[in-house]
């Protein structure tokens, strides 16, 4: 069986494991936009988080297999479309993932100085299409729109000290930028309550921990939760436990010199330099522009009171407002998946593939993983499991016959004629590896891990394109 994957970032790689995996005959060819692959490990995943990446090295086991192939530089859809794949696989599985943010849709969100966390992440992380954005950090007070890890990451990315993010491989023209940062505030800012909140401990504990920032958290958002937390899961209690002693945390009476180190520790907290904080119940009502009516100056939000409890409880507006200054706006309010094909169903609503199990509703032959088949949410393990569970649906239709093995499909054979007609040149995985190779290299100057390349032209030139 000839199966093809299209996007190679945790959904299309772990698909193209399970299936070589538990299939002794398939190959598995995967179609990536880019000329480099893994998706959001390269894009997504924040530099100074380099113990997460570590999935890249599996992956490329997976691409070495010699029932895999790699072809990157191809967009589907433009440069081939998903009708011409289904004649040329007997399966196709769409794991591109979610590569467009949800918007605020409110008055102001296009002046300058406004943001989209997935934009300031990709600029940051070297994704071609965002390395020109320029952000301005011009500004003492940032306010992010949005309580998930990308929102933590992206206000740690904003406030770490310099030295720490210079050991790491985030680009270095966003490294230069943030050397000539003022953005010495951040609020990350929450429609619902500090139960809602979708980041995890690990992030947070980090934020907490982060040299030279202080947390400031007003102790009065989490009066009562001590019992509204004694039943809720042990993550969640957690969580929440670590936020109330943040905001509570005083120097306790202990013998002198315990205190005397907390109240060092405390002094020099009070004096650090830089400072971040929580604020919830409060929705985005309009970005507010400066007298020129060009750039941001601050955001108007609405207060709100919540509806029902728990991970359902709904932010209502009570009818006051609050405005807060800031000069650097960043939305963090979920990433989106967008249709690739006229030919294939798409929940709009929903900005997923209509699917079961990872089937594609209406289209035998056609599958999909990851984020486009259940939205853009959960980590690189949540990615797997799903992923795991499209590939079982595609060996499952091949073992009950779904899939008619017995009819031949010419695989990338028939895709490379179509492509070469239209003058597209892919790049292979052995390709890749000299870019890498070359990043790597460049890093060590610099005395990091690697050095990204940003533009596409660029890598294309390198390997003699």
């Not at 970032?9 to 692959?37: N, S």
């Not at 728990?310 to 998946?337: F, H, M, N, Q």
């Not at 795991?388 to 595609?394: E, K, L, R």
Request: charged letters at 25%.
């Amino acid at each position: 069986p000839r199966v093809c994957v299209v996007g190679s970032g945790p959904a299309g790689f772990y698909t193209a494991q399970h299936i070589l995996k538990h299939h002794g005959g398939a190959r598995v060819d995967i179609y990536e936009k880019l000329p480099v692959p893994f998706g959001l490990v390269r894009f997504g995943v924040a530099p100074d988080h380099p113990e997460v990446k570590n999935v890249i090295n599996a992956f490329t086991q997976t691409a070495r297999s010699e029932r895999c192939a790699y072809y990157g530089n191809v967009t589907v859809g433009k440069d081939v479309t998903v009708a011409e794949l289904q004649q040329a696989y007997h399966a196709v599985v769409l794991s591109y993932g979610a590569e467009d943010n949800r918007v605020l849709g409110i008055p102001g969100e296009n002046l300058s100085g406004v943001y989209s966390a997935r934009a300031f992440v990709g600029w940051y992380n070297g994704l071609p299409e965002n390395r020109d954005l320029k952000p301005d950090l011009s500004c003492e007070t940032a306010l992010i729109l949005g309580h998930g890890n990308v929102a933590l990451d992206v206000a740690r990315i904003l406030l770490s000290p310099l030295h720490l993010l210079r050991k790491t491989d985030i680009t270095d023209g966003s490294l230069a930028a943030l050397a000539c940062s003022k953005v010495k505030r951040v609020w990350l800012v929450g429609r619902r309550g500090p139960l809602q909140v979708a980041f995890t401990i690990k992030e947070l504990r980090e934020m907490i921990n982060l040299p030279g920032a202080r947390p400031v958290l007003n102790p009065a958002d989490f009066t009562g939760l001590e019992n509204a937390i004694k039943d809720a899961p042990r993550p969640r209690k957690r969580l929440t436990e670590l936020m109330i002693k943040t905001a509570l945390e005083k120097p306790g009476v202990k013998t002198v010199e315990v205190q005397a180190a907390a109240v060092q520790a405390a002094a020099v907290q009070a004096a650090a330099p830089r400072e971040w904080g929580l604020k919830f119940q409060r929705s985005p009502q309009e970005v507010l522009p400066t007298t020129d009516g060009r750039r941001a100056r601050g955001v108007r939000m609405a207060l709100t009171r919540l509806e029902g409890s728990g991970d359902s409880a709904k932010a209502i507006p009570t009818g006051d407002v609050e405005e807060l200054e800031c000069g650097l706006v960043l939305s963090s309010i979920g990433y989106r998946s967008l249709q690739l094909d006229p030919a294939v169903p798409f929940d709009t609503q929903r900005g997923i593939i209509p699917n079961s199990s990872g089937r594609v509703e209406g289209v035998p032959g056609l599958y999909c993983s990851g984020w486009v088949k259940r939205g853009p949410t959960g980590v690189i393990i949540t990615t797997m499991n799903d992923s795991f569970d499209t590939a079982q649906s595609v060996l499952e239709d091949l073992q009950v016959g779904v899939l008619d093995v017995s009819a031949s499909r010419e695989g990338f054979g028939a895709v490379e004629s179509i492509l070469r007609s239209r003058g597209v040149r892919p790049v292979s995985f052995s390709d890749w590896e000299k870019i890498d190779a070359a990043e790597v290299a460049r890093g060590k100057a610099a005395g990091k891990p690697r050095e990204k390349i940003v533009d596409p032209q660029e890598m294309l030139r390198l390997i003699g394109h």
